[in-house]
């Protein structure tokens, strides 16, 4: 039937019906639709990706033969488990009707007709390629195709390790050669993807990344995106390369001083804020002080409690009228705290911060258990330097309340610390005894 006849439309609106009822039938029924695999299959590739389709097909068809070989395809009733033994007798039959269709002859002639006949570029698209061929060749081909492939779920890395060497090799190459922000970090992606994968297989192969990381770490200063694509490859690189990653530290460590170091975060942050809420900076951070006192018995944990209250001390000293009017709570909350972490010695009468460690004691093993590895070693050395194990809440006390009286003066400090109730004074003063 030609275009311009008139049952033309009709009779395309009765095919595209019955190919709804095979894609419901399929969606809704995936184990009775088994028996009707392999017809499907040849029905659609025959239309759409052979000669049989010219001149009869139209476009919401080829779209809907295109939508039931992937739905046939990707249907997770049609996977076996990764253990087959766990599969179902179903799952089995129909994964074996896929591989024995999709066999290379037929893929190659599915994909030759995809670039040919489907992915046909215009000219506003070719001109697009001429001037920017990188968007088309990495983005489409890099990023899509092969971090798709490696982030399947049924990846096998014993499978894709034979080719590690060379598609490592050529994303690096590519990496280097393209020159786009975006295009950079496309193939970084890609590349932690691989590593994220393989773990510690690429070993061999890292070499030249980690000495061309720092370039191009330098040269992204003005692209915070692009360090954190940078920072995402780090990440992957140092679990894949283990203790060998010590000849990243030259570079690794400012790169995390630098990532880390938010001092000026709290202020930039009000600043915006008061900005959106149209509110002045120093009543919002009234508002705040107030919020942080009234919830900090919401925190039940003693060391998140400990370490709320070092934050909250870090505004002192301060010459600033909104938080010496919040003084009293801020007292109140550090004596709080003090009472959570402090234990009297009974000997001596003084209190001592019970969350202190300067090391951590090995403990006995038995001979069934494992010694810690080197890895849980360094975490314990990590906590060690964690404020709430290093820093004394007694000490940091005395030293802001010292700090404060310094920035105010005897007088204006008494006239601040009359703000306090006297019964919390006394507690105060008897925690801070001996100092």
Same mark, same amino acid.
């Given at each position: 039937?030609? *275009?311009?006849?008139?049952?033309?439309?009709?009779?395309?609106?009765?095919?595209?019906?019955?190919?709804?009822?095979?894609?419901?039938?399929? %969606?809704? $029924?995936?184990?009775?639709?088994?028996?009707?695999?392999?017809?499907?299959?040849?029905?659609?590739?025959?239309?759409?990706?052979?000669?049989?389709? +010219?001149?009869?097909? &139209?476009?919401?068809?080829? #779209?809907?033969?295109?939508?039931?070989?992937?739905?046939?395809?990707?249907?997770?009733?049609?996977?076996?488990?990764?253990?087959?033994?766990?599969?179902?007798?179903?799952?089995?039959?129909?994964?074996?009707?896929?591989?024995?269709?999709?066999?290379?002859?037929?893929?190659?002639?599915?994909?030759?007709?995809?670039?040919?006949?489907?992915?046909?570029?215009?000219?506003?698209?070719?001109?697009?390629?001429?001037?920017?061929?990188?968007?088309?060749?990495?983005?489409?081909?890099?990023?899509?195709?092969?971090?798709?492939?490696?982030?399947?779920?049924?990846?096998?890395?014993?499978?894709?390790?034979?080719?590690?060497?060379?598609?490592?090799?050529?994303?690096?190459?590519?990496?280097?050669? @393209?020159?786009?922000? =975006?295009?950079?970090?496309?193939?970084?992606? #890609?590349?932690?993807?691989?590593?994220?994968? @393989?773990?510690?297989?690429?070993?061999?192969?890292?070499? !030249?990344?980690?000495?061309?990381?720092?370039?191009?770490?330098?040269? *992204?200063?003005?692209?915070?995106?692009?360090? !954190?694509?940078?920072?995402?490859?780090?990440?992957?690189?140092?679990?894949?390369?283990?203790?060998?990653?010590?000849?990243?530290?030259?570079?690794?460590?400012? #790169?995390?001083?630098?990532?880390?170091?938010?001092?000026?975060?709290?202020?930039?942050?009000?600043?915006?804020?008061?900005? +959106?809420?149209?509110?002045?900076?120093?009543?919002?951070?009234? *508002?705040?002080?107030?919020?942080? @006192?009234?919830?900090?018995?919401?925190?039940?944990?003693?060391?998140?409690?400990?370490?709320?209250?070092?934050?909250?001390? *870090?505004?002192?000293?301060?010459?600033?009228? @909104?938080?010496?009017?919040? &003084?009293?709570?801020?007292?109140?909350? !550090?004596?709080?705290?003090?009472? =959570?972490?402090?234990? %009297? =010695?009974?000997?001596?009468?003084?209190?001592?911060?019970?969350?202190?460690?300067?090391?951590?004691?090995?403990?006995?093993?038995? +001979?069934? +258990?494992?010694?810690?590895?080197?890895? =849980?070693?360094?975490?314990?050395?990590?906590?060690?330097?964690?404020?709430? $194990?290093?820093?004394?809440?007694?000490?940091? #006390?005395?030293?802001?309340?010292?700090?404060?009286?310094?920035?105010?003066?005897?007088?204006?400090?008494?006239?601040?610390?009359?703000?306090?109730?006297?019964?919390?004074?006394?507690?105060?003063?008897?925690?801070?005894?001996?100092?």
């Amino acid at each position: 039937v030609g *275009s311009e006849s008139a049952c033309r439309e009709k009779l395309e609106k009765t095919i595209i019906l019955y190919t709804k009822v095979l894609l419901d039938f399929l %969606e809704y $029924h995936p184990y009775a639709f088994i028996p009707l695999i392999q017809r499907s299959l040849e029905f659609a590739v025959s239309y759409v990706f052979t000669p049989a389709g +010219e001149g009869v097909t &139209f476009e919401r068809f080829i #779209v809907q033969c295109m939508n039931l070989i992937k739905m046939i395809v990707k249907n997770d009733a049609y996977k076996p488990a990764k253990n087959i033994d766990d599969s179902k007798p179903e799952s089995l039959e129909a994964h074996k009707i896929k591989t024995a269709f999709f066999t290379h002859p037929t893929l190659t002639e599915i994909g030759r007709r995809l670039v040919s006949h489907y992915f046909l570029l215009t000219e506003e698209e070719l001109t697009m390629w001429e001037e920017d061929p990188e968007s088309f060749a990495v983005e489409e081909t890099g990023a899509t195709t092969l971090k798709l492939t490696v982030d399947d779920f049924e990846f096998r890395t014993e499978q894709f390790l034979p080719y590690l060497e060379s598609i490592f090799g050529l994303l690096f190459q590519l990496l280097q050669q @393209v020159t786009e922000c =975006d295009t950079k970090m496309q193939v970084l992606h #890609v590349i932690s993807c691989v590593i994220e994968r @393989v773990n510690i297989q690429i070993r061999p192969y890292a070499g !030249c990344l980690v000495q061309y990381l720092p370039l191009l770490w330098k040269q *992204s200063e003005e692209h915070n995106m692009l360090r !954190c694509a940078i920072l995402t490859t780090l990440i992957h690189l140092v679990q894949g390369l283990g203790a060998e990653s010590k000849n990243l530290y030259p570079f690794l460590l400012p #790169v995390i001083q630098l990532s880390t170091d938010n001092a000026g975060f709290f202020s930039s942050l009000l600043t915006q804020m008061a900005s +959106e809420c149209s509110q002045e900076m120093d009543q919002l951070l009234g *508002s705040v002080i107030e919020m942080w @006192v009234d919830r900090m018995d919401n925190i039940t944990q003693p060391e998140r409690r400990k370490l709320s209250s070092l934050a909250l001390l *870090s505004l002192l000293p301060s010459d600033n009228s @909104v938080i010496q009017d919040k &003084f009293c709570g801020i007292i109140n909350i !550090c004596l709080e705290a003090l009472h =959570d972490v402090m234990t %009297e =010695d009974p000997e001596t009468g003084t209190y001592k911060d019970c969350m202190l460690m300067s090391h951590f004691e090995e403990p006995k093993l038995s +001979e069934e +258990e494992e010694p810690p590895t080197e890895q =849980d070693k360094r975490k314990k050395l990590l906590a060690l330097e964690d404020p709430v $194990h290093s820093v004394s809440l007694q000490q940091f #006390v005395y030293d802001k309340l010292k700090a404060q009286q310094a920035l105010l003066g005897d007088e204006s400090f008494g006239v601040l610390m009359e703000t306090v109730d006297t019964e919390l004074v006394r507690q105060l003063q008897e925690f801070l005894q001996g100092l």
